[in-house]
Nanobody
């Protein structure tokens, strides 16, 4: 099993920046890739960024969001800049294992005020 804990969420003004972190524990040696999703009220969960053998982000956040992974600390970060009110959502960390199991964190709330 893998456990994921997100941190770094909060309230930020439009145009500001925020850095989210996700710490993995448990059988972290099985993890092959980690990434970020978000879910706004009344909307489906949306893919943001992924980091595995390579790193990429969805076109919708490209240029504003970047993901990075610290393998030594089993942590993945999401650096967000130029935040907009529509970025308000619960942000979730996700990890895939080499046995094709998917794990989710509990989520962290990000609120962007206008």
């Amino acid at each position: 099993q893998v456990q994921l804990v997100e941190s770094g969420g909060g309230v930020v003004q439009a145009g500001g920046s925020l850095r989210l972190s996700c710490a993995a524990s448990g059988r972290t040696f099985t993890i092959t890739a980690m990434g970020w999703f978000r879910q706004a009220p009344g909307k489906e969960r949306e893919f943001l960024c992924w980091t595995g053998s390579s790193t990429y982000c969805a076109d919708s956040v490209q240029g504003r969001f970047t993901a990075s992974r610290d393998n030594a600390k089993d942590t993945v970060h999401l650096q967000m800049s130029s935040l907009k009110p529509e970025d308000t959502a619960v942000y979730y960390c996700n990890a895939w294992s080499r046995t094709l199991r998917s794990y989710w964190g509990q989520g962290t709330q990000v609120t962007v005020s206008s």
